[in-house]
């Protein structure tokens, strides 16, 4: 997709396949389908069939995305939790796995706890491939949808600044929003999150590297008040080894009412890719700035249809 606006037949593994025009493409796409009528939409991919493949547990994602093509006239082939109900129990490789989900499918949507796997999924699939989440790595159609949703609010997506808070370094839809505001020029990001759960040496060289300022700060006392969004994420337990750190990190941060109203500017969008389990409390949800529960949330179904209408629709 680098340097082409072309998304047909194509994976999407990582935000490094996208630039400019593609990211500006799939939100045009979005914004098209979001004022399209239900009938018309259903005419655009009959047919087709999308298997979905969730190594790991999911609400969102699995289900916008099963939303998506179903309400472009597709269906699916649904499976999750692969590795307690599939031939994976009985030792079947993630490759073969694969080869036999696509002579099924038209495309494939797949997420896994390991890092790369999706790569490699990719590499041997001769049908699409999106990656759902590869483990700690990237989550690149989340960050499509949650800078879309910012991007609709504020009609442009350059000259953005932005706040990051909780598990950066083991969060792979900060990974792939970093990736995705480094395409575009002037954007800024701060990020806020327990010393141990900072994005890695690596994370920060590479984000140097595209130019995108990142701005580490320690206390809630140093949040810009202009920020465009915020963005609170989990502490997340399934990658501790030491549960006893995770209890002790897992509330370091929490997203309370008189906070939002103190420091979040009037209209400064309120975000989290959900799940929370209790680092936003309740009492944010009301308030009209929250979008998690709301816009944020189906904004995922209508990003996930213009990505498969962009994949999968024949040209004719």
């Given at each position: 997709?680098?340097?082409?606006?072309?998304?047909?037949?194509?994976?999407?593994?990582?935000?490094?396949?996208?630039?400019?025009?593609?990211?500006?493409?799939?939100?045009?796409?979005?914004?098209?389908?979001?004022?399209?009528?239900?009938?018309?939409?259903?005419?655009?991919?009959?047919?087709?069939?999308?298997?979905?493949?969730?190594?790991?547990?999911?609400?969102?994602?699995?289900?916008?995305?099963?939303?998506?093509?179903?309400?472009?006239?597709?269906?699916?082939?649904?499976?999750?939790?692969?590795?307690?109900?599939?031939?994976?129990?009985?030792?079947?490789?993630?490759?073969?796995?694969?080869?036999?989900?696509?002579?099924?499918?038209?495309?494939?949507?797949?997420?896994?706890?390991?890092?790369?796997?999706?790569?490699?999924?990719?590499?041997?699939?001769?049908?699409?491939?999106?990656?759902?989440?590869?483990?700690?790595?990237?989550?690149?159609?989340?960050?499509?949808?949650?800078?879309?949703?910012?991007?609709?609010?504020?009609?442009?997506?350059?000259?953005?600044?932005?706040?990051?808070?909780?598990?950066?370094?083991?969060?792979?839809?900060?990974?792939?929003?970093?990736?995705?505001?480094?395409i575009f020029p002037n954007?800024?990001?701060?990020?806020?999150?327990?010393?141990?759960?900072?994005?890695?040496?690596?994370?920060?060289?590479?984000?140097?590297?595209r130019k995108i300022k990142?701005?580490?700060?320690?206390?809630?006392?140093?949040?810009?008040?202009?920020?465009h969004f915020w963005y609170?994420?989990?502490?997340?337990?399934?990658?501790?080894?030491?549960?006893?750190?995770?209890?002790?990190?897992?509330?370091?941060?929490?997203?309370?009412?008189?906070?939002?109203?103190?420091?979040?500017?009037?209209?400064?969008?309120?975000?989290?890719?959900?799940?929370?389990?209790?680092?936003?409390?309740?009492?944010?949800?009301?308030?009209?700035?929250?979008?998690?529960?709301?816009?944020?949330?189906?904004?995922?179904?209508?990003?996930?249809?213009?990505?498969?209408?962009?994949?999968?629709?024949?040209?004719?």
């Amino acid at each position: 997709m680098k340097n082409s606006e072309i998304f047909f037949g194509k994976d999407i593994i990582s935000l490094d396949q996208f630039n400019r025009k593609s990211v500006e493409k799939v939100f045009a796409t979005a914004a098209k389908i979001k004022k399209t009528p239900t009938k018309k939409l259903l005419k655009i991919l009959p047919g087709k069939i999308v298997g979905l493949m969730f190594f790991e547990p999911s609400t969102r994602t699995f289900s916008s995305n099963s939303a998506a093509v179903k309400r472009l006239g597709g269906q699916t082939v649904e499976y999750q939790n692969p590795l307690s109900t599939s031939s994976v129990v009985k030792g079947e490789t993630i490759e073969d796995t694969t080869k036999m989900m696509e002579q099924y499918c038209d495309a494939i949507v797949m997420r896994h706890p390991i890092v790369g796997t999706l790569k490699k999924v990719a590499e041997v699939a001769d049908v699409p491939v999106i990656n759902a989440g590869d483990g700690i790595g990237e989550h690149p159609t989340q960050a499509l949808l949650d800078m879309f949703t910012v991007f609709e609010k504020f009609k442009h997506i350059d000259n953005i600044k932005g706040l990051i808070v909780g598990d950066l370094l083991n969060g792979r839809t900060v990974h792939s929003i970093i990736k995705c505001l480094s395409i575009f020029p002037n954007n800024t990001l701060y990020l806020l999150s327990p010393k141990q759960l900072r994005l890695s040496n690596k994370d920060l060289e590479e984000a140097k590297k595209r130019k995108i300022k990142l701005i580490e700060i320690k206390s809630f006392e140093e949040i810009p008040a202009d920020c465009h969004f915020w963005y609170w994420t989990r502490v997340q337990k399934e990658r501790f080894t030491d549960k006893q750190e995770y209890e002790k990190l897992k509330l370091n941060f929490i997203l309370t009412k008189k906070l939002v109203d103190k420091k979040a500017g009037k209209n400064t969008l309120i975000m989290h890719p959900l799940p929370r389990v209790g680092e936003v409390e309740t009492e944010v949800d009301n308030d009209p700035r929250a979008v998690y529960l709301t816009t944020e949330a189906k904004n995922g179904m209508y990003v996930r249809m213009a990505l498969f209408s962009l994949i999968l629709e024949d040209r004719k």
